[in-house]
């Protein structure tokens, strides 16, 4: 019985698409797939970072919507993908610190009430920050993509943000630290990353759900977007004076 291959149409009978080569198992993405994809994504190298990169921050809901819909072939896999950015973008980040060293500087208001929690952020804050995307997911998933996608589907759109937010911070180092040598502790650069990211996100959120026939999608984005900004902060938080704590028992 022939099959439609979900990248490019073609009718199939075979394993994979003699005309796109990509396999006739794709399916939805689930807990096995993804936890599969995780494995070949730290055991393999792929192409077309860039090309994926530049797509998701002109259009990122084709993006998203094409390769939760089964067309995977021509992007990056959202898992290595995501490696690869986080990582890139850490490295920047102590490139950045080696040759400004780390004079942070704070204001009152905008960081955490704790000092310690303060100083744990400034110096491993990108670390902290990949622990909350599981979080923006769950938020995602039940303020906005529930009536469309599943939760593990809203990880995927979400590690793809976050994907394009390490790639934004990678720019912000390679500018700001590595170019203008400035401070990149300063509150008024994390200030910056926040709004570049924020702006980005509400972008991704409207791009992926305006054609899904959404009731009250303005209102469900803006929701999203502020319950995610004060728990992700408030989990951030609560991360740093969890680590500053450990390390004055260790």
Known sequence: ???QCLNCGYPVELNYCPQCSQSTSIGRIS????????????THAEKGIFGTT????KDPGKVMNEYLSGKRKKYHSPVTFFLVWVTVSILLQQASLALSGFHPVYLKGLTFS?????????KEGEWLYILTFPISALLLYLILTRPVFSYIESIVITM????IVYMFHTLCYIIGGLILRLNVLHWGFYLFQIIVSFLYSIWVCYSAMRRK??????????LYMLTDL????????FLSISWARLEENM
């Open 160 to 163: 793809y943000t976050f994907s």
């Open 114 to 122: 704790s000092p310690e929690s303060i100083r744990i952020f400034i």
């Open 213 to 222: 026939k959404i009731k009250f999608l303005w209102p469900r984005i803006l």
């Open 31 to 42: 807990w096995k797939s993804f936890l599969a994809e995780f494995f070949h994504a730290v």
């Open 54 to 57: 530049w797509q998701l921050v």
């Open 230 to 237: 004060i728990v992700v902060l408030r989990f951030l938080e």
């Open 1 to 3: 019985m022939k099959k």
